[in-house]
């Protein structure tokens, strides 16, 4: 099992950058899949990125592809969103999540264990 807190949201600039962490408790962590998802005011939860339980595996949507990296440090039970070039349209609440197995997963319903959010807001 899993329990997963988010951290390091905040506002910034249109062309800034942010880093939101995800901290893990649970003996899993380093054999769970770890997704990065969103979901802004009046619209569905969308996928993000992922990672593999090695760090060898990633998939990201086509919106923060080349702006975007997953990152996960199984040492630590911590995984990383690294986002550059923010912008407006990346304003979201930021969920992390997970789930065992091998293979990336890119919906919501393929994960297990959710965070509570943390808040990213972008201005122009």
């Known amino acids: 099992q899993l329990q997963l807190v988010e951290s390091g949201g905040g506002l910034v600039q249109a062309g800034g950058s942010l880093r939101v962490s995800c901290a893990a408790s649970?003996?899993?962590?380093?054999?769970?899949?770890m997704g990065w998802f969103r979901q802004a005011p009046g619209k569905e939860r969308e996928f993000v990125a992922a990672?593999?339980?090695?760090?060898?595996?990633?998939a990201y949507a086509d919106s923060v592809k080349g702006r975007f990296t997953i990152s996960r440090d199984n040492a630590k039970n911590t995984v990383y969103l690294q986002m550059n070039n923010l912008k407006p349209a990346d304003t979201a609440v930021y969920y992390c999540?997970?789930?065992?197995?091998?293979?990336?997963?890119?919906?919501?319903?393929?994960?297990?264990?959710w965070g509570q959010g943390t808040q990213v807001t972008v201005s122009s």
């Open positions: 999540a997970g789930r065992q197995g091998i293979r990336v997963h890119t919906t919501t319903q393929e994960y297990n264990y």
């Open positions: 649970g003996r899993t962590f380093s054999t769970s899949v």
């Open positions: 990672i593999g339980w090695s760090g060898g595996s990633t």
